[in-house]
C-alpha cells in the first residue's frame, strides 16, 4: 500500500493546492458569493471562511504532495472532503439541485458541475483514507525528515 501512497498524495494534494490557489488569486468576493449559495454555511461565517479556506487547501495541499507532515494533512483534507460532501448533498436536499458550478476552482477556466465535483470530492476522502492506513511515506519529506 505504501507505493499507493505516493500517487494518491499528489492526486488530492495537487488538487487541493491548485484549488486553493485559483480561489487566491481572484477577489475574495467571488468566493464569498460561492459560499452563500450553500444554505448550511452560517452567512456570519462566510468572510472568515472565504478568507481562511483557499489558504488552507493551499497549505494542506502543498504539503501532501511533498510529504511533510503527511498524516495531518491528509485527515485536514478529508474532514475537508467529508464538509464538501455534507455541503453538497444538504444542498440537493433542501433545494432539490446541485450547483452548476461548484466555484472549488476560483473563477478560472477549470469548472465541473455539482454531480462531478461531488464524484471527486467521495473519490478524494477515499484516497485521503488510503493515505492514512500507509505508515511509511513514499518520496517523502517525513520519511526524509524521520518522523
Keep these: ?3 499507493m501512497s505516493l500517487p494518491a498524495r499528489m ?3 495537487g488538487l487541493f493546492a491548485y484549488a486553493g490557489f485559483m480561489k487566491l488569486v481572484y477577489p475574495v468576493e467571488n468566493f464569498h458569493a460561492v459560499l ?3 444554505p448550511l454555511v452560517p452567512h456570519a461565517a462566510i468572510p472568515l471562511i472565504a478568507l481562511t479556506l483557499p489558504w488552507a487547501e493551499l497549505v494542506l495541499g502543498v504539503f501532501l504532495v511533498t510529504g511533510y507532515l503527511t498524516r495531518l494533512s491528509a485527515a485536514a483534507l478529508l474532514g ?3 464538509a464538501f460532501v455534507l455541503l453538497l448533498v444538504t444542498r440537493y436536499m433542501i433545494e432539490g439541485t446541485l450547483p ?3 466555484g472549488c476552482f476560483g473563477t478560472g477556466w477549470l469548472h465541473f458541475s ?3 465535483i461531488l464524484a471527486m470530492d467521495v ?3 477515499g484516497l485521503c483514507v488510503l493515505i492514512l492506513r500507509c505508515r511509511k511515506y513514499f518520496l517523502s519529506l517525513d520519511s526524509w525528515l524521520g518522523r
Excluded: F, P
Design 100 to 102: 452548476a458550478d461548484c
Design 114 to 116: 455539482g454531480a462531478q
Design 123 to 125: 473519490v478524494n476522502a
Design 80 to 82: 475537508l472532503c467529508a
Design 36 to 38: 452563500a449559495e450553500y
Design 11 to 13: 492526486m488530492v494534494g
Design 1 to 3: 500500500m505504501t507505493g
